[in-house]
């Protein structure tokens, strides 16, 4: 892990023409790990209890220096981060909605050892209900597996096939924010 690296922490809505008044912005320092040959991982429950060798500053690819980790060059099929949160005390009761803006190419997803969910595709932003996964009053974990391959059958955005410009992992702004039912939707999204 470098130590003489500037971090840059990504604090802004990632999407401003739909901010909500409560949200919590997942950037900043994760837990992370290469898994080359998909041996560990999974098979080895690591979204239960993992002890991961590197840390990673998110949104930013391990390829980047603003990741923290950079001048890794090789291509890594499957990448694992995990990281801790906790739910604001004026948030308890209030459905939980993970949001991620994009990660590629297949996401895994586990809050507190409970398979969340997947979704695949590198460039489109997807979410997560994780409200029956999170501990109200306690420590949550989120860990999140991010698989992808070099195979042209599969869709490419920013990345391309040749080695040395494929980006993989998450590479925009994962958040989650709190919803109260309908009445949220439609003071902030359908707005008269």
Not at 136 to 156: H, L, Y
Request: aromatic share 14%; proline share 4%; with cysteine.
């Amino acid at each position: 892990m470098s130590t003489n690296v500037t971090t840059y922490q990504r604090t802004e809505y990632p999407r401003p023409q739909f901010q909500r008044d409560t949200w919590m912005n997942l950037n900043g320092q994760w837990n992370f790990h290469f898994d080359d040959e998909n041996i560990g991982g999974e098979k080895e429950s690591w979204y239960k209890a993992a002890s991961f060798t590197k840390d990673i500053q998110v949104p930013f690819t391990y390829e980047t220096e603003a990741s923290g980790i950079g001048g890794e060059e090789a291509f890594h099929p499957n990448v694992w981060y995990q990281r801790e949160f906790e739910i604001p005390k004026d948030q308890i009761g209030k459905k939980v909605i993970l949001r991620f803006q994009a990660a590629d190419y297949l996401t895994k997803v586990w809050i507190n050892g409970i398979f969340i969910g997947e979704h695949a595709g590198g460039n489109s932003a997807f979410s997560f209900d994780i409200s029956h996964a999170v501990e109200e009053t306690k420590t949550n974990k989120i860990v999140v597996k991010v698989e992808d391959s070099q195979s042209c059958m599969q869709p490419r955005g920013k990345q391309r096939w040749i080695d040395e410009t494929l980006v993989a992992g998450m590479y925009r702004t994962p958040v989650f924010g709190r919803l109260s039912g309908l009445n949220f939707w439609k003071k902030n999204i359908w707005k008269a």
